[in-house]
Structures are given as structure tokens and as C-alpha cells.
């Protein structure tokens, strides 16, 4: 204690009065700085655990500041009457004291604008139909299917007076894929009324054409994109070969020859089918207007061997025989080619060479003789 009252009130003596006054005024000072401080201590933890928005707040970040201000204010006030670093200190921190920042909003995020003049519009996969896939067709197929697929509307059958087929629907609805809105109403009852076909391209087709209907329903203003579905429609076979010069299926052990892959291959894409077997050889295809083709490999004996396609997109059942025979001459060295070996041209006799042959005796001139007529 900072006086003697306790020393002089246990020895049963008076109080001092001097003594008496210190003692009171040191406790009043005390218990002043004491209240300041848990004043100060109070409002700050009011301030900093009023939530946004709350009703003491307002959500107003004015107003919040305005609060965390005022009460930096009280806690100086009590600084000062309290005299202490503390309460100095409780102030300066009220009054310096800021919510936490928000975040100033970015700038309004707007929908994107029609194209610029000259520029094509971005795409809408909305507006893309999953078309045919690739038949593939054969030889023996009609053409409906490809020209269908590339909507080539006058290549496709005009409708008759017996039962519609998919291909007289498909005859009314392919004008309403070019921009022809009233096709839509004669094709969609004509293949209401049709059962789902048996053959696998008459299906696709059929798949196809519902699937443009579902379109046009869902959005009647809109003339679709069409992209080829993926997949085929049938499976994709291989039923022989056959040269691209004499259409046989025979080639010379020489090889060299071009074949074609004759089956229902029509309509797969270049990429789709990239290799063959040829008995035990590899060979690679390539693809033309006509069709897939490869060239016949050199091979060690004639007889027939199996042709299957090894390497492709799609799985290609079925199988071909190509036949190899001996050629009328001899291979050459190189492989890969059926030319027969040809004899070099004879040179002319130079002047000396033909001075000296006249100088000969007759028994040289009866030997050469004899040599050319065995060349020849």
C-alpha cells in the first residue's frame, strides 16, 4: 500500500490524517483506471463481434466505422481520467480500428453480342442434328442412302401409289432440310405411320428421319446443321477382290498388281481402313473415287491365299481370296512389280571394232556368225 494506514490501524493507533488522504486518492485514481479499461475492453469486443448487416450494425460500413470511432472516443475519454498508458492506449486503438475491407465490385459481366459484321456467329450445338452415319453401302445397294446423306433431294425416289417406304418419307422430308418449312408437314404424318424397317440401311435412315423430326419439334424455327452420326449403319464387310485393271483376282508371285476391296466398304472415310493381310504380309491400303485398294506383294510361291483387313477404325468381317500364279518371265530383282526381265540393247560396232572384224579369217567371221543366230 503506498502509506502506512494498515501499520498504524494494526498497532490500534490513529490514523494519520495526511496519510489518511493519500491512501483514499490512490484508490480512487486505481479504481478509475481500472474501469476505464474494461470499458474499453467491452467495446471493442462489441464492435468486433457485431456481424455485418446485424441490426446493431445495419450492414452499413458507415455506420460501423462511425461505431468503432465513438467508442476509440470513450476509451481516450477514460484514458485521460484515468491518467494511465492503458487507457491512452485502449483508445487509440477504438479509434483506429476498421472493419474488414469488402471487396469493391468488378465491373457488370454482359451476355455476348451478335457477331461482328463479317464474322461468322459462334457455334450452337444446339442447333447441330446427328445425321446419317456411313452406311457403308455395297455395290448392290441403292444409291438412296449416299444421296440422303449428302441431302441430294432430286437423286431420291419420288413417292408412288403403293405402301410408303422410308425412302418416299425421306423424299418429303429432304426439302425441309434446305430451308422448305412446309415439307415439315408432308413427311411428318407419312412417317408416323411407317414401322421401323428390317434392313439395316432402311434403319438408319429411318432413325435418322425421327431424329430430325424430335428436332424440328423442339425448335420449328430453326434449319438444323447436319453432321454425320457416329458409328454405321450396317456392318462393314469384305466379300472379295478385285484388280483395278482387269477386275480378276489373280496376280503374278512378281505382285505389284492393284487390287480393289470389293464388300460393303462405300462410304467409310479415307482413315477408316489402313491395312490388309495378304496371306502373311501386311500391305497398306489407300483410297480413291472407286474405293479402298492395295497392291499385291511379292511371294516366294504361286497358289491362293486369304485377304482380311488388319488394321481399321471398325471391325470388317468376312474375308477374300487372291490367287498368285508364275508370270510368262522372270521377275526382276526388285520386289513388287510383275515387269519381266528385258535384254539390254545391243551398241553399234565402233570403226575400229568394225575394221578389225573385217580383218578376221573366215573362221573367225563362221564363229560369229554362229554366236549371233543363238541370240537371236
Given at each position: 500500500?503506498p502509506c ?51 441490426p ?6 458507415g455506420?460501423?466505422t ?7 472516443a ?9 491518467g ?8 487509440n486503438?477504438?479509434?483506429n480500428?476498421e472493419?474488414g ?25 444446339a442447333?447441330?442434328?446427328d ?27 419420288l413417292?408412288?401409289?403403293q ?10 422430308l429432304?426439302?425441309?432440310?434446305t ?15 411407317m ?18 423430326v ?34 480378276s483376282?489373280?496376280a503374278?508371285?512378281c ?12 462410304g ?9 493381310t495378304?496371306g502373311?504380309v ?8 472407286v474405293g ?5 506383294p ?10 482380311r ?29 510383275s ?9 553399234e ?28
Open positions: 500500500m502506512g494506514g494498515v501499520r498504524w490501524a494494526r498497532k490500534g493507533l490513529p490514523e494519520s490524517p495526511v496519510c489518511g488522504r493519500r491512501c483514499a486518492m490512490g484508490w480512487q485514481q486505481q479504481e478509475h483506471r481500472m474501469g476505464a479499461l474494461v470499458c474499453s475492453i467491452l467495446l471493442f469486443a462489441v464492435v468486433a463481434c457485431e456481424p455485418p448487416g446485424s446493431g450494425g445495419n450492414g452499413n460500413e455506420q460501423r462511425s461505431s468503432a470511432t465513438a467508442s476509440g470513450a476509451g481516450n475519454q477514460a484514458g485521460n481520467q484515468g494511465t498508458q492503458g487507457g491512452n492506449q485502449a483508445g486503438q477504438g479509434g480500428e472493419p475491407a469488402v471487396a469493391a465490385p468488378g465491373p457488370p459481366v454482359l451476355p455476348p453480342g451478335p457477331a461482328a459484321p463479317g464474322n461468322p456467329p459462334a457455334n450452337d450445338d442447333a447441330v442434328l445425321w446419317l452415319p456411313p452406311g457403308p453401302v455395297s455395290r448392290t445397294d441403292p444409291p438412296w442412302y449416299p444421296a440422303l446423306s449428302a441431302v441430294q433431294c432430286p437423286a431420291l425416289p413417292p408412288g401409289d405402301e410408303a417406304s422410308v425412302w418416299d418419307a425421306a423424299s418429303l429432304c426439302p425441309a432440310l430451308g422448305d418449312a412446309a415439307a415439315w408437314d408432308r413427311a411428318i404424318p407419312v412417317l408416323a405411320a414401322n421401323p424397317p428390317s434392313d439395316c440401311l432402311e434403319l438408319g435412315a429411318y432413325q435418322a428421319l425421327q431424329r430430325a424430335a428436332f424440328h419439334r423442339q425448335r420449328p424455327d430453326v434449319t438444323p446443321e447436319l453432321r454425320s452420326a457416329t458409328g454405321t449403319a450396317c456392318q462393314p464387310t469384305l466379300e472379295a477382290v478385285e484388280g483395278t485393271v482387269d477386275g483376282g489373280t503374278t508371285v505382285g505389284g498388281e492393284s487390287f480393289y476391296l470389293v464388300g460393303r466398304l462405300g467409310l472415310p479415307a482413315s477408316a481402313v489402313r491395312a490388309v495378304v502373311s501386311s500391305v497398306p491400303v489407300t483410297k480413291d473415287e479402298f485398294s492395295f497392291a499385291a511379292q511371294v516366294p510361291t504361286d497358289g491362293a491365299v486369304t485377304v483387313v488388319s488394321n481399321a477404325d471398325v471391325q470388317v468381317d468376312g474375308a477374300a481370296t487372291l490367287t498368285f500364279v508364275q508370270p510368262a518371265q522372270p521377275c526382276t530383282a526388285g520386289p513388287g512389280t515387269t519381266p526381265t528385258e535384254s539390254a540393247p545391243q551398241q560396232p565402233s570403226p575400229s571394232e568394225s575394221a578389225s572384224a573385217e580383218s578376221g579369217t573366215g573362221t573367225e567371221t563362221e564363229a560369229g556368225d554362229d554366236g549371233g543366230g543363238a541370240a537371236g
